[in-house]
Structure formats: C-alpha cells, structure tokens
C-alpha cells in the first residue's frame, strides 16, 4: 500500500516538473525565470528523498541533499546576485515567439515519451513511468537554451537541463553513484560561475547580454 501511494506522489512529482518546464519555456521575466528553477530543483529534491525512502537506497539521500544546497539554495542565490549586479530584471527577447515555441515543445513531449516507452517496458524500478517525463524536460530545457537570445537564460537552460538528467537517472536505475553525483555537481557549479564571468565579459565589452554580439568578435 504505503510503495503504492508513494508510486502515485512520484508520478505527481513527475508531472510537476514537466509543468515547471513549460513554465520556464514561455516565461519572460528573469527573476520568475530564476524562481521556477529553484522550484524544479525543490521538486527534484523532494522526488528523490521519497524514492530514497521507498527503495532503501542510502545513497540517494545524499544525492536529494546535494541537490537541495546546489539547485535549490546555492545557484539561484548566485544568480539573484548576477541580475542584481547586471541591474536585468526582463528578458523579451526569443528568436521565435512563445506561442510557437510552446507548440514546438509539445511535440518534444510527446517525441520524448514514444522514444522513453520501450525503456520504460524494460526497467523494473517503481519510477519507470517517470522516464519520459525525465526525457521530456531534458528535451523543453534544452529547447529553452537555444530558443532565447541573452546569456542568462541560457544558462538557466543548461541548469535545467540537468535536473532533468538527474531525474532520468533516479528514474531509470535509482541515481547514479554517489562519486559521480558528486563530480557532476562540481562540474556543474564551476560551470556556472565560469558562466558568470562570461557573462560579466559579455556586458562589459557590448554593453548588452545579448549572445548574438558574439559574432562582431569575428571581425576583429
């Protein structure tokens, strides 16, 4: 009974980090953009602790635990502090407008969840019907990325992104290894400061956060 209903909240978490991504897909203010992102990350914590809880799986315990500083506390805090330094608050700016863009991600949602289906036949976990979720946000995050012209949402994108990874693989074999939880969170870390500082560059040299001024570095 208690593995079924804890089956149901997985799912019901599932669905609520593919409506975190539709969000993030069709907002346009920066610091809602900022928020959605930690809320993924709360979600993802909260479906990795019930799975840990569920399963025995120690380790993903340490692995909700790392995601709740990282992705819920550490990087939205990092980032609140680069629009607030870059004084951004809106980004109106896509190359193709929302309401195309939403239609685009609907048929990566169900893309996603066709190519997810045999996987899923396959896996014995009680989060296999997840795994098209998973690769449904992996695919909207990614959408997001290359969909938006300024640098931090791109960002933000690629954060996503890995949240959504992250969950495919609680979904799929219960978390990876606690090792390579580790490093992929230090690379991940690293990557957006280092994505900061570009940032910062970017500004500074243009004047705008706008990727697309990259190309006049072509010319000199």
Known sequence: MLAHYGSQLINLFAAVLLLLAFAMLAQRRMLSLINLFA??????????????????????????????????????????R???????????????????????????????FNLALPISELAGTVTRATLGIALATVLLSFLMMITRSKAIPQVIGFLAMENGLVFAATGAVYGMPMVVE?????????????????????????DSLDTRHLEKLKEH
């Open 39 to 80: 809320a993924q990350g709360f979600v993802l914590f909260l479906t990795t602790s019930l799975v840990a809880a569920l399963t025995g799986q120690s380790h993903l315990y340490w692995s909700a635990l790392l995601t709740l500083l990282l992705k819920v506390l550490l990087l939205p805090w990092i980032l609140h």
């Open 82 to 112: 680069l629009i607030r330094r870059l004084h951004v608050k809106w980004d109106v700016e896509t190359l193709i407008n929302i309401p195309t863009t939403m239609l685009v991600g609907i048929v990566l949602v169900v893309l996603a």
């Open 182 to 206: 580790l490093g992929v969170g230090l690379d991940v870390l690293v990557g957006a400061l280092i994505l900061g500082i570009f940032i910062f560059e970017i500004r500074e040299r243009f």
